[in-house]
């Protein structure tokens, strides 16, 4: 269509900072780590997590509070996608509960032996639900907040009017093997969300399709003018956002054995806290997939210090939230630049 | 755009159509319950996403049936106190002349029990006792029983020693707070050498799952857990637990003794195959029986006495109403095959 490349584009692609190119040396070198400014958080957590306790720092428990964050962290990638290319999507919680509901509820009835096809089909019915998304908003020209918002009742709404309300247990074993199966020593949940964040992270720094959503999100007509096929891209990014909900609530289905009817509630939440505390910007155009990754083992550190120091429940909350807020300062000043 | 206001009509008069066409089942469900005296009977459920209360969904017509209860329309609040006020005020306006409601928000509700006490129209609370306003009757099981049971029921099986997690539904629900309360008092006073770990899970499998994994990882030697609601505790317990190795028979040294909450079958189902030992059976049935029994009563204008009742259960004076305590029994591998039980009843 084009001969336009996206480093052409008005957007300055993530890796360098607006100010990089100009202030040369130090400038670019604080730019190549803007979305790294939540490590020394990181550090942090690292550091009071082994004074708090001594399992802490153990392997065994790292890779636990790893593989309870890996349907949460498929979640991220998707938001953070869609994010970045400058749109929104709240129904991705639900779908991590309704796609393998629904495939739970077909694949006994249509399948003998043939459960290979649970998986595919939970993360088709995501598409399905991302795909539908991407008509309303891009060709009915809705917004995508109140579109989504709606959609997230309506996935939700299907879920519990399809199982009665009722968790779903005992299950086929193909669609609780992927969430506790483990890999060379390791829950395969991590190795999958590791593969598909590397992915991300690669696919959106050097590909073109890529590095077409930071053009898109920064500016959209600007996008256009480029050469870049917006509505498709954008169409796309919804689609992959839906299938990897799906895949979440696979992981998630096969960590919990069981599907409660309000799997992936209030996931949403958590969703936009480690995306935006990882530095993706809720106006799209910024961000990075790895910030977000970082945002996503800031939360799962937390949540791991705060059970093992056994807080209150009533208290806990507060401490969560007072936590985040300390987190987003000290990325803040770790990265020097004003957040969005 | 071409298409828009058209294609939007329609597929607003489909969804609205859709949703005409559920309200006539229901009403065909309704009026199944047949011609009775007294006046009709508003109720509503608080929730369409837990095994437990879909079980009382499903017992309701039934029971009014066999009650001969004129049943209305019920409607569903969906865990929102605002939803529940709302309607209330349509079932009043419809021509309820007793309303039954199970109020998860136990604070929020007083001033609409103000005015349906003014309107002269009498209330019959199911699982949670209003703060304040004027109940007919509150009819409910003695959650602190479920705490001190499940207390009991571990202290003896760990001879008075060890470590325990209690999985704790939300602290704004006063079930879960009762329930917590009993099992850590208990705990305190018969078994002293016991330790609790308390995981506020927000009646949420993923938080339970994550806690419970993170505490065996720090204190491999638990050995029971203590769970406020089977409906969606028991998954996440039983997978950690078999991830670990430890869903073994009870006659094992390794098995971990799981008490629970609720009595859904499939609390009954992981007793018969010893990989929990006790439920602690809220009985979803004589819920709905008993909500339905003094609808229909507050309807006829009879009044009641706190004391012992017909049926193994004792009324006792609230401020505010009367509350009728009914029996909890505890289930566990010796009479999990028990037909009274609603577990065994439903599929």
Request: charged fraction near 15%; glycine fraction near 12%.
């Given at each position: 269509?084009?001969?336009a490349?996206?480093?052409?584009?008005p957007?300055?692609?993530?890796?360098?900072?607006?100010?990089?190119?100009?202030?040369?040396?130090?400038?670019?070198?604080?730019?190549r780590?803007?979305?790294?400014?939540?490590?020394?958080?990181?550090?942090?957590?690292l550091?009071?997590?082994?004074?708090?306790?001594?399992?802490?720092?153990?392997?065994?428990?790292?890779?636990?509070?790893?593989?309870?964050?890996?349907?949460?962290?498929?979640?991220?990638?998707?938001?953070?996608?869609?994010?970045?290319?400058?749109?929104?999507d709240?129904?991705?919680?639900?779908?991590?509960?309704?796609?393998?509901a629904?495939?739970?509820?077909v694949?006994?009835?249509?399948?003998?032996?043939s459960?290979?096809?649970?998986?595919?089909?939970?993360?088709?019915?995501?598409?399905?639900?991302?795909?539908?998304?991407?008509?309303?908003?891009?060709?009915?020209?809705?917004?995508?907040?109140?579109v989504?918002?709606?959609?997230?009742?309506?996935?939700?709404?299907?879920?519990?009017?399809?199982?009665?309300?009722?968790?779903?247990?005992?299950?086929?074993?193909?669609?609780?093997?992927?969430?506790?199966a483990?890999?060379l020593?390791?829950?395969?949940?991590?190795w999958?969300?590791?593969?598909?964040?590397?992915?991300?992270i690669?696919?959106?720094?050097?590909?073109?399709?890529?590095r077409?959503?930071y053009a898109i999100?920064?500016?959209?007509?600007?996008?256009?003018?480029?050469g870049?096929?917006?509505?498709?891209?954008?169409?796309?990014?919804?689609?992959?956002?839906?299938?990897?909900?799906?895949?979440?609530?696979?992981?998630?289905?096969?960590?919990?054995?069981?599907?409660?009817?309000?799997?992936?509630v209030?996931?949403?939440?958590?969703v936009?806290?480690?995306?935006?505390?990882?530095?993706?910007?809720?106006?799209?155009?910024?961000?990075?997939v790895?910030?977000?990754?970082?945002?996503?083992?800031?939360?799962?550190?937390?949540e791991?210090?705060?059970?093992?120091?056994?807080?209150?429940?009533?208290?806990k909350?507060?401490?969560?939230g007072?936590?985040?807020?300390?987190?987003?300062?000290i990325?803040?000043?770790?990265?020097?630049?004003?957040?969005? | 755009?071409?298409?828009?206001?058209?294609?939007?009509?329609?597929?607003?008069?489909?969804?609205?159509?859709a949703c005409?066409?559920?309200?006539?089942?229901?009403?065909?469900?309704?009026?199944?319950?047949?011609?009775?005296?007294?006046?009709?009977v508003?109720?509503?459920?608080?929730r369409?996403?837990?095994?437990?209360?879909?079980?009382?969904s499903?017992?309701?017509?039934?029971?009014?049936?066999?009650?001969?209860v004129?049943?209305m329309?019920?409607?569903?609040?969906?865990?929102?106190?605002?939803?529940?006020v709302?309607?209330?005020?349509?079932l009043?306006?419809?021509?309820?002349?007793?309303?039954?409601?199970?109020?998860?928000?136990?604070g929020?509700?007083?001033?609409?029990?103000?005015?349906?006490?003014?309107?002269?129209?009498?209330?019959?609370?199911?699982?949670?006792?209003?703060?304040?306003?004027?109940?007919?009757?509150?009819?409910?099981?003695?959650?602190?029983?479920?705490?001190?049971?499940?207390?009991e029921?571990?202290?003896?099986?760990?001879?008075?020693?060890?470590?325990?997690?209690?999985?704790?539904?939300?602290?704004?629900?006063?079930?879960?707070?009762d329930?917590?309360e009993?099992?850590?008092?208990c705990?305190?006073?018969?078994?002293?050498?016991?330790?609790?770990?308390?995981?506020?899970?927000?009646?949420?499998?993923s938080?339970?799952?994550?806690?419970?994994q993170?505490?065996?990882?720090?204190?491999?030697?638990?050995?029971?857990?203590?769970?406020?609601a089977?409906?969606?505790?028991?998954?996440?317990?039983?997978?950690?637990?078999?991830?670990?190795?430890l869903?073994?028979?009870p006659?094992?040294?390794k098995?971990?003794?799981v008490?629970?909450?609720?009595?859904?079958?499939?609390?009954?189902?992981?007793?018969?195959?010893?990989?929990?030992?006790?439920?602690?059976?809220?009985?979803?049935?004589?819920?709905?029986?008993?909500?339905?029994?003094?609808a229909k009563?507050?309807?006829e204008?009879?009044?009641?006495?706190?004391?012992?009742?017909d049926?193994?259960?004792?009324?006792?004076?609230?401020?505010?109403?009367?509350?009728?305590q009914?029996?909890?029994?505890?289930?566990?591998k010796?009479?999990?095959?028990?037909?009274?039980?609603?577990?065994n009843?439903?599929?």
């Amino acid at each position: 269509m084009s001969t336009a490349t996206p480093s052409a584009t008005p957007s300055p692609p993530p890796s360098a900072a607006p100010a990089g190119r100009l202030r040369a040396g130090a400038g670019l070198r604080l730019g190549r780590f803007r979305d790294l400014t939540l490590v020394p958080v990181i550090v942090v957590l690292l550091v009071v997590g082994a004074f708090v306790d001594p399992v802490f720092l153990t392997v065994g428990n790292l890779t636990n509070v790893l593989q309870q964050q890996s349907a949460l962290a498929l979640v991220v990638l998707a938001e953070a996608m869609i994010l970045i290319a400058g749109k929104f999507d709240l129904s991705l919680e639900s779908t991590v509960g309704m796609a393998p509901a629904i495939t739970v509820l077909v694949i006994p009835a249509t399948a003998g032996g043939s459960g290979l096809l649970a998986i595919p089909l939970c993360l088709l019915i995501g598409a399905a639900i991302g795909a539908f998304n991407g008509f309303l908003i891009l060709k009915f020209q809705l917004s995508a907040f109140v579109v989504t918002l709606a959609m997230m009742i309506v996935v939700h709404g299907l879920h519990l009017g399809l199982t009665g309300g009722k968790s779903l247990f005992e299950l086929p074993e193909s669609i609780m093997y992927l969430g506790g199966a483990t890999w060379l020593g390791v829950p395969a949940s991590i190795w999958i969300a590791a593969v598909l964040f590397a992915a991300g992270i690669v696919g959106l720094r050097y590909f073109r399709a890529g590095r077409a959503l930071y053009a898109i999100g920064g500016n959209p007509d600007a996008a256009r003018a480029a050469g870049i096929r917006v509505d498709r891209v954008l169409w796309t990014v919804f689609v992959i956002g839906g299938a990897l909900a799906a895949l979440a609530g696979v992981l998630e289905t096969g960590r919990l054995g069981g599907i409660s009817a309000n799997q992936g509630v209030g996931w949403i939440f958590m969703v936009f806290a480690a995306s935006v505390i990882g530095g993706v910007s809720m106006d799209g155009g910024k961000g990075t997939v790895l910030g977000a990754l970082t945002g996503v083992l800031v939360i799962g550190l937390v949540e791991n210090v705060l059970t093992l120091k056994g807080v209150p429940g009533e208290w806990k909350q507060l401490v969560y939230g007072g936590i985040i807020l300390v987190a987003l300062m000290i990325s803040r000043v770790a990265g020097g630049k004003a957040q969005d | 755009m071409r298409f828009g206001p058209v294609v939007a009509g329609a597929a607003l008069l489909t969804i609205i159509t859709a949703c005409g066409s559920t309200g006539d089942d229901a009403a065909a469900t309704g009026g199944g319950s047949g011609t009775a005296s007294g006046g009709k009977v508003g109720i509503d459920f608080p929730r369409a996403d837990s095994d437990f209360w879909n079980s009382y969904s499903k017992y309701v017509p039934q029971m009014a049936g066999e009650l001969k209860v004129e049943l209305m329309n019920p409607t569903n609040s969906q865990n929102d106190v605002a939803k529940l006020v709302a309607n209330t005020q349509a079932l009043v306006s419809q021509g309820a002349k007793v309303i039954v409601m199970a109020p998860q928000d136990t604070g929020a509700i007083a001033s609409t029990l103000q005015q349906l006490e003014n309107k002269k129209i009498p209330v019959v609370s199911v699982d949670t006792r209003p703060d304040k306003g004027k109940v007919y009757m509150v009819v409910r099981a003695d959650n602190k029983a479920y705490g001190t049971k499940a207390c009991e029921f571990l202290g003896e099986k760990l001879g008075g020693k060890g470590k325990v997690v209690q999985l704790m539904g939300a602290l704004s629900s006063i079930n879960g707070r009762d329930r917590a309360e009993a099992f850590r008092e208990c705990m305190k006073t018969k078994f002293p050498g016991i330790t609790v770990f308390d995981e506020p899970t927000e009646w949420e499998g993923s938080k339970a799952a994550s806690m419970l994994q993170t505490r065996l990882e720090q204190n491999p030697d638990i050995k029971g857990v203590y769970m406020h609601a089977g409906g969606v505790h028991l998954a996440p317990t039983l997978q950690v637990l078999k991830a670990k190795g430890l869903l073994v028979q009870p006659d094992d040294p390794k098995h971990v003794f799981v008490v629970s909450n609720d009595g859904i079958p499939q609390e009954f189902d992981a007793i018969r195959k010893g990989e929990i030992d006790a439920t602690v059976s809220q009985p979803a049935d004589l819920y709905a029986k008993y909500a339905l029994f003094y609808a229909k009563a507050a309807a006829e204008g009879t009044t009641f006495q706190p004391g012992p009742t017909d049926h193994d259960s004792t009324i006792i004076s609230l401020p505010n109403g009367l509350e009728d305590q009914l029996p909890a029994p505890l289930v566990t591998k010796d009479n999990v095959d028990d037909q009274n039980l609603w577990g065994n009843q439903v599929k």
